[in-house]
């Protein structure tokens, strides 16, 4: 038994847990007992690795709320054990999955670090030793005794973020993942370098850790276009039992100043409609009232999701109405940063 730190791995799926066959060329999902024969790189890891995985891994594009809160459980149940966890995820809806787990887990004082690779792990190229390894040597950092990262990040190609501002911008290249509206905050090269001023604060009495499972998928995307029809949106906007819309709109928040387009908006907020203004832009924020084109957005009371991501959004909607948020403080406390997802 080492004397290192202990880190949970948690597989869900995806690339990166998988081998050839090279009898039938077919993809399969490697038994963890073997984890140590498929990386024995691991062995020179100063850390007690432990590896639990899902009954039945799942393709990343089958994540729902129901893996989210199984991911979150594993933790809550395993979280006086071990000093950091690594989430094995499928990279297609990694940035939602790590978003949602930063709302579920309050007050998180240990890190949780989702990775995954392009390639399998048995690939002659694979990207998933070094994603997995580096994932577990930041789980495992500490300094006088105190985890370093107590947060939930992403880590790809050299670079750990933070989970809630990212976005997967490429399906081929290592370089899956983009966070352009916050720094990164351990980057890997010769030495881990940390990007101390873009952690997390630590508080100086930090509150019980405490679990959120309850999320509410009554939430919808919709993306402005031109040419977007009336038709479209009142189907939207009128879809049954909807709670949240999040509408990406142009550049710094901007729409069309249409007439009809206003007030079908208008009559789906005065009917307890939460809209929350994202852009559909990578990098940037929402700046209602700053041209023409979002003033009447802005009088509306629209939600400003300033520099959110649109997954991180959609998750932390989920979130708080799954938290029984009351309609009358929804809006205030999604505008209020609670996970570091925005300015």
Not at 80 to 108: I, K, P, Q, R, W
Not at 116 to 123: C, K, N, T, V
Not at 242 to 263: H, S
């Amino acid at each position: 038994m080492k004397n290192g730190t202990n880190i949970l791995l948690i597989y869900t799926g995806g690339t990166i847990g998988m081998v050839k066959d090279y009898e039938t060329g077919t993809l399969k999902a490697f038994n963890f007992d073997e984890l140590m024969s498929n990386i024995p790189e691991l062995n020179q890891l100063d850390c007690n690795i432990k590896g639990m995985s899902f009954e039945k891994p799942i393709d990343s594009s089958n994540m729902n709320p129901g893996h989210w809160a199984e991911i979150a459980t594993i933790i809550e149940e395993n979280y006086a054990v071990y000093d950091g966890f690594v989430v094995l995820h499928g990279s297609d809806t990694m940035s939602y999955s790590a978003s949602a787990l930063s709302f579920m887990l309050e007050n998180l004082a240990k890190p949780v670090i989702f990775t995954g690779s392009q390639l399998p792990i048995g690939d002659l190229r694979t990207d998933a030793k070094e994603n997995l390894i580096t994932s577990i040597q930041i789980a495992a950092l500490k300094e006088k005794g105190e985890p370093v990262i107590r947060e939930v990040g992403l880590y790809f190609e050299y670079k750990l973020y933070r989970a809630n501002r990212t976005t997967k911008i490429n399906a081929e290249h290592f370089e899956a993942f983009a966070s352009l509206n916050h720094p990164p905050l351990v980057e890997s090269g010769v030495h881990l370098n940390v990007n101390y001023p873009s952690l997390l604060s630590k508080e100086a009495l930090p509150q019980p850790f405490k679990v959120h499972k309850k999320m509410d998928n009554n939430v919808a995307i919709l993306k402005l276009f031109p040419g977007l029809n009336r038709s479209v949106l009142t189907s939207v906007l009128g879809i049954p039992g909807l709670k949240v819309l999040v509408l990406e709109t142009y550049g710094a928040g901007n729409a069309p100043l249409d007439d009809w387009f206003l007030k079908e908006l208008k009559n789906a907020i005065d009917k307890g409609l939460h809209i929350i203004n994202v852009t559909q832009c990578s990098g940037g924020g929402v700046a209602m009232g700053h041209y023409e084109t979002s003033e009447k957005l802005k009088e509306m009371q629209l939600i400003n999701g300033r520099d959110i991501t649109t997954e991180a959004a959609i998750s932390k909607a989920m979130y708080l109405l799954g938290s029984k948020v009351s309609d009358k403080v929804f809006k205030t406390i999604f505008e209020t940063s609670l996970r570091g997802e925005m300015l």
